[in-house]
């Protein structure tokens, strides 16, 4: 039997995306030979991580433009841990001596270096210890914290991203694609237009999904007033995520200050079945929403509202030179390429096909042997 330990923190959704994902593979994959735990090994270590994760997720929500602030000041985490770790410290060496784990998975920027040095000190020297990193490539907004050098292992979503952390000094490091959930990389069950018929939706008409974020960071009203005009050709699916109340909220302001045809959905289980009946999405340029949209084919605008956070910015780089997303910083630019492609859907179509030929559809299959010498 094996036993992995993933560390995770809840800024955003997306890095707890992978650890699900990493739990849903190993299952899958090798049953109960397999124990995965996941840690969140920030917020549940020190009441100063606990504050920072919260303070992320209030900026997120309410200012994204100050993660340009935020984001240089995390690229000192190394003043907090040189070299091991410092805060969080008990609670990191109980977990490991707990779970006794034979190796180690981050899918955080701020939980590798210290982290796998630290495991080594307390299990010994044979714990594996790797990060898989979602960036889409290096530059501004590419986080130093994402490399230990001293790790086994550096999985990376693209190629791109691999020779980024090679040029920082990673070791075994592999492309290892983009680590989403089983279901994404499933036949498509059914048609297409399933799902726009389950939410009482016409399945001829444009249909534009508003995504949110794991913080429940959403700009869904003024989009949906600015997208109001298009009624007679646009429907929308509006994703709340886990907070019910503000779903509630929203679908009685839609009923009554738009004209557009709204679906106002919580948390679900059925994104890739959503993303590959929608015409197109609107989400922040977070790695994980638009390496689901490409692994589905759908097209992306990039939601900019409030501006293009750090994090964000290897993602929009990388889907703008291949031509395969676009930016709003305004709910009013959103509407715009909405209605470019509704005048000129062949657009939209050649958008897919680009979709196409860059998808990469490996599963996290050959990096989790790897790790677990299997």
Same mark, same amino acid.
Not at 56 to 62: D, T
Not at 183 to 206: M, S, T
Not at 243 to 267: H, I, K, M, N, Q
């Given at each position: 039997?094996?036993?992995?330990?993933?560390?995770?923190?809840?800024?955003?959704?997306?890095?707890?995306?992978?650890?699900?994902?990493?739990?849903?593979?190993?299952?899958?994959?090798?049953?109960?030979?397999?124990?995965?735990?996941?840690?969140?090994?920030?917020?549940?270590?020190?009441?100063?991580?606990?504050?920072?994760?919260?303070?992320?997720?209030?900026?997120?929500?309410?200012?994204?433009?100050?993660?340009?602030?935020?984001?240089?000041?995390?690229?000192?985490?190394?003043?907090?841990?040189?070299?091991?770790?410092?805060?969080?410290?008990?609670?990191?060496?109980?977990?490991?001596?707990?779970?006794?784990?034979?190796?180690?998975?981050?899918?955080?920027?701020?939980?590798?270096?210290?982290?796998?040095?630290?495991?080594?000190?307390?299990?010994?020297?044979?714990?594996?210890?790797?990060?898989?990193?979602?960036?889409?490539?290096?530059?501004?907004?590419?986080?130093?914290?994402?490399?230990?050098?001293?790790?086994?292992?550096?999985?990376?979503?693209?190629?791109?991203?691999?020779?980024?952390?090679?040029?920082?000094?990673?070791?075994?490091?592999?492309?290892?694609?983009?680590?989403?959930?089983?279901?994404?990389?499933?036949?498509?069950?059914?048609?297409?237009?399933?799902?726009?018929?389950?939410?009482?939706?016409?399945?001829?008409?444009?249909?534009?999904?508003?995504?949110?974020?794991?913080?429940?960071?959403?700009?869904?009203?003024?989009?949906?007033?600015?997208?109001?005009?298009?009624?007679?050709?646009?429907?929308?699916?509006?994703?709340?995520?886990?907070?019910?109340?503000?779903?509630?909220?929203?679908?009685?302001?839609?009923? $009554?200050?738009? &004209?557009?045809? @709204?679906?106002?959905? !919580?948390? +679900?289980?059925?994104?890739? =079945? #959503? *993303? $590959?009946?929608? &015409?197109?999405? @609107?989400?922040?340029? !977070?790695? +994980?929403?638009?390496?689901? =949209? #490409? *692994?589905?084919?759908?097209?992306?605008?990039?939601?900019?509202? !409030?501006?293009?956070?750090?994090?964000?910015?290897?993602?929009?780089?990388?889907?703008?030179?291949?031509?395969?997303?676009?930016?709003?910083?305004?709910?009013?630019?959103?509407?715009?390429?909405?209605?470019?492609?509704?005048?000129?859907?062949?657009?939209?179509?050649?958008?897919?096909?680009?979709?196409?030929?860059?998808?990469?559809?490996?599963?996290?299959?050959?990096?989790?042997?790897?790790?677990?010498?299997?």
């Amino acid at each position: 039997m094996k036993r992995l330990l993933v560390l995770t923190s809840a800024t955003g959704a997306g890095h707890d995306t992978h650890a699900q994902a990493t739990v849903a593979w190993c299952a899958q994959l090798y049953g109960t030979y397999v124990s995965v735990t996941i840690a969140h090994a920030l917020e549940d270590s020190h009441a100063f991580y606990r504050g920072a994760v919260g303070f992320y997720n209030i900026i997120q929500r309410r200012a994204p433009w100050f993660h340009h602030v935020y984001y240089n000041v995390i690229e000192l985490l190394d003043a907090l841990n040189p070299g091991t770790v410092g805060l969080g410290r008990a609670h990191y060496v109980q977990l490991l001596q707990q779970r006794r784990p034979d190796a180690i998975l981050s899918v955080h920027d701020c939980l590798n270096r210290g982290y796998f040095e630290l495991a080594r000190t307390v299990l010994g020297p044979k714990v594996q210890c790797a990060t898989y990193c979602p960036e889409f490539e290096g530059g501004y907004g590419f986080s130093r914290n994402w490399v230990n050098p001293r790790g086994d292992f550096f999985f990376g979503r693209t190629d791109e991203t691999v020779r980024e952390a090679q040029k920082r000094g990673a070791a075994g490091a592999f492309t290892a694609g983009h680590w989403g959930p089983p279901l994404f990389y499933d036949p498509p069950i059914g048609d297409a237009a399933q799902v726009l018929r389950e939410l009482k939706l016409p399945a001829g008409r444009f249909t534009l999904l508003l995504s949110t974020g794991g913080a429940g960071a959403q700009n869904h009203r003024s989009l949906l007033r600015a997208l109001s005009p298009l009624h007679a050709r646009l429907q929308v699916i509006a994703l709340c995520g886990r907070d019910e109340a503000a779903r509630a909220e929203l679908e009685t302001w839609a009923a $009554r200050e738009t &004209s557009l045809e @709204v679906r106002c959905l !919580g948390f +679900t289980d059925k994104m890739p =079945a #959503l *993303l $590959r009946s929608v &015409s197109a999405v @609107v989400a922040r340029a !977070g790695a +994980t929403t638009a390496g689901e =949209a #490409l *692994l589905c084919g759908c097209p992306i605008i990039f939601n900019g509202l !409030g501006g293009i956070m750090p994090q964000e910015l290897p993602t929009w780089r990388w889907f703008h030179a291949r031509g395969i997303g676009v930016a709003a910083l305004s709910a009013g630019g959103v509407r715009e390429e909405v209605v470019r492609w509704l005048e000129r859907p062949g657009e939209l179509s050649d958008m897919r096909e680009r979709m196409a030929r860059v998808r990469d559809a490996r599963t996290p299959q050959p990096s989790l042997e790897k790790l677990l010498g299997l």
